[in-house]
């Protein structure tokens, strides 16, 4: 599969240079943020690509491998119902989870003070010593609630995300995938898709 990793992140660049295109530092932003979005496509590309390969026991792997890719470009309403179940659910997993997380968390802070206060003491303290500045945020309680209730929630977040919510992304992208391949199976033609596109497919493709 890593044949097929270094496929999607070629293709992914193009993708990349969007951002790369804005220039400054804003475009070094929009790169950044296109480029996390494209490392979060390619790891369920992947996935489903593998899925494939395990599906097709009885096909060489390697073309099993290049069908799975040509399958996302082949049958672009999947690709772009996928894309959105993907991004779609994500943020609002966030906004539901990691909100309840941050609700969660602030409650804490709200009902225990005592526990903020004492942490903001500390902190002033040990700035004290060194002769140091403590930034406004770690300085006053009420601040600190939010920064460290929002830093907590999204720990848990990520952590819920990884362990329950990709899986249940990644069922219905891979029911959606496998449905698209199995009613419209890549044929030797189909390669030319990504034979232009990636080098390192043609490579692959030549190889079966």
């Not at 830093?151 to 959606?176: D, E, K, Q, T, Y």
């Not at 199976?185 to 390669?191: I, L, S, Y």
Request: glycine share 10%; proline share 3%; aromatic share 12%.
């Amino acid at each position: 599969m890593n044949a097929i990793k270094s496929i999607f992140h070629q293709i992914g660049r193009a993708f990349t240079r969007v951002g790369e295109a804005v220039g400054g530092q804003v475009g070094g932003q929009v790169t950044s943020v296109i480029d996390s979005a494209v490392q979060t496509l390619i790891a369920y590309l992947c996935d489903c690509c593998l899925g494939w390969v395990m599906y097709n026991k009885e096909t060489n792997m390697a073309r099993a491998a290049c069908e799975g890719a040509v399958i996302f470009f082949k049958n672009g309403k999947t690709l772009i119902r996928n894309i959105g179940r993907i991004f779609g659910m994500s943020i609002l997993s966030f906004v539901l989870f990691g909100g309840a997380f941050f609700g969660g968390f602030f409650a804490l802070f709200y009902f225990v003070p005592n526990m903020s206060q004492g942490i903001v003491n500390e902190i002033a303290q040990i700035a004290a010593s060194g002769d140091g500045t403590v930034p406004e945020i770690l300085s006053q309680p009420t601040l600190f609630n939010v920064v460290a209730s929002a830093v907590l929630a999204v720990v848990l977040w990520c952590m819920f995300h990884s362990v329950i919510g990709r899986p249940f992304i990644l069922v219905g992208v891979l029911r959606n995938f496998m449905a698209a391949g199995l009613k419209n199976k890549p044929q030797e033609g189909d390669f030319a898709v990504l034979d232009s596109r990636s080098p390192k497919f043609a490579k692959l493709h030549n190889s079966i």
